[in-house]
């Protein structure tokens, strides 16, 4: 229930999930080992069920995490509301897997959580939904093309009328007409509507859902500042500095809506407008550090941990190894102390002042410090690509194998069903694991 006692500020579409991602073959693995079957190849079968999961947290979280179990076959059937779902679906993949020439495993991180949760985005994240839109619409046109450049992808089965609707959602995506998909304006309308005449006090309403709402059921690690933001933009995550100026068209939707007792189609954005993506990837983790608290407060934000979560999944997909935080080599009260330190050394004799700084190596210079984020962004200083192992998923070079089928047949008028296959096989001596994906999209019909 909402502050209004109402769904109305879930919307119609369900963008991100309201649940915290999980590994299936985790929570479930009970029950999973005795719903094994095996096939010819004598390789163990496991089938998941997803329904109205909004996202690829689960997909991801579960392949990411498949080396830590024993070798088998897992199939997702995920059922989604709209094909504009199934698409973000696609791209969410596409960023997991994008090879290591052209991104490093910061840079994916952050283009993943903008796309996910930010209404307004960089113009660079814009620029790539973009060339991704085109690459889109080459592979719902031309399945051979699909085969050639993305094998894990199977639309053979799609039918021509949901091929043109993909098709269509893509041309949106590839607009770079900004006007087309005014989100700030959007996103205005439906908090007026939702909040009413409490609109003007709306900072009140946002303070009352947080505590009363969010924290009551575990989620103390959402920053107020973050959260607010959000409520009152739709920006969820800033994970860089920059200017986030363009609409995210991938959540852009459409509706059938009444008016003038005729229903009339209307591209908006109807989707969480009181939750927040941050539920998906920000309220739960591993690393326990990012759950300390100074004075009852948490010292990190949802924003921290989902950036964190991310990149561990990204990692442990190339890896196959847990994700390490970046070791801080000084505290700043421990490089105060030493250049208070060299002061002194420095007023009574210079050649102590530079005996006391060769004996604690521990001080981070600007240049240390420069390299390290060097190699966290995967670039080195003169601008290209470090050749650092384990910030990509280079298919080709560790013998990953991915196919995939997606089916959607509509059943009477109302029901769209998708079926994704992925085969994922690895030539690791530890294991190796084959993941397929069905996902069903059934849209409402038109009464």
């Not at 390789?43 to 024993?70: C, Q």
């Not at 698409?87 to 997991?96: E, M, N, Q, S």
């Not at 993305?150 to 639309?155: K, Q, S, Y």
């Amino acid at each position: 229930m909402t502050a209004c006692g109402s769904g109305e500020g879930f919307g119609a579409v369900t963008w991100w999930g309201f649940s915290p991602a999980m590994d299936f073959q985790e929570k479930g693995l009970t029950a999973s080992l005795e719903a094994l079957s095996s096939k010819e190849d004598s390789v163990p079968e496991l089938n998941v069920l997803m329904v109205g999961a909004g996202d690829s947290r689960h997909v991801l979280t579960t392949i990411s995490r498949n080396h830590h179990w024993p070798r088998r076959k897992i199939n997702f059937y995920i059922v989604e509301n709209n094909l504009e779902l199934i698409g973000r679906h696609l791209l969410f993949l596409t960023i997991a897997l994008e090879p290591p020439e052209q991104m490093g495993l910061r840079e994916k991180c952050e283009l993943l959580l903008e796309l996910f949760g930010n209404s307004l985005i960089r113009s660079q994240t814009a620029t790539y939904l973009q060339d991704k839109a085109n690459l889109f619409i080459h592979y719902i046109t031309d399945l051979d093309f699909l085969h050639k450049k993305l094998p894990m992808i199977d639309m053979s089965g799609l039918k021509f009328k949901e091929r043109d609707q993909l098709e269509a959602i893509f041309k949106f995506w590839r607009n770079p007409d900004q006007k087309l998909f005014q989100i700030n304006r959007l996103w205005d309308m439906r908090n007026r509507q939702y909040l009413g005449n409490r609109y003007d006090s709306r900072i009140g309403v946002y303070d009352w859902d947080l505590h009363m709402k969010l924290y009551e059921r575990g989620a103390r690690i959402i920053n107020n500042r973050q959260y607010y933001q959000w409520r009152d933009k739709g920006l969820a995550f800033e994970v860089r500095e920059g200017l986030y100026d363009v609409p995210n068209k991938s959540l852009a939707s459409g509706l059938l809506m009444n008016y003038k007792g005729e229903k009339v189609p209307a591209r908006g954005y109807w989707g969480d407008i009181v939750t927040s993506p941050y539920i998906a990837f920000g309220i739960e983790t591993e690393e326990q550090s990012l759950l300390k608290t100074a004075n009852g407060v948490h010292v990190k934000t949802a924003q921290d941990v989902s950036q964190y979560n991310i990149t561990a999944l990204l990692h442990e997909l190339v890896a196959k190894e847990k994700y390490a935080l970046p070791t801080e080599k000084a505290t700043l009260h421990e490089i105060t102390e030493e250049e208070e330190g060299g002061m002194e050394n420095d007023s009574s004799n210079i050649k102590n002042e530079s005996t006391h700084t060769r004996q604690h190596p521990e001080i981070v210079t600007e240049e240390g410090t420069m390299k390290q984020s060097n190699d966290l962004d995967g670039t080195n200083s003169s601008g290209g690509h470090c050749a650092a192992e384990y910030d990509y998923v280079p298919l080709p070079d560790v013998n990953w194998r991915w196919w995939a089928r997606v089916l959607l047949f509509r059943k009477y008028a109302s029901p769209v069903k998708t079926r994704v296959e992925a085969d994922c096989c690895t030539t690791s001596n530890s294991h190796s694991g084959t993941t397929k994906v069905y996902a069903r999209s059934a849209q409402r019909s038109d009464d």
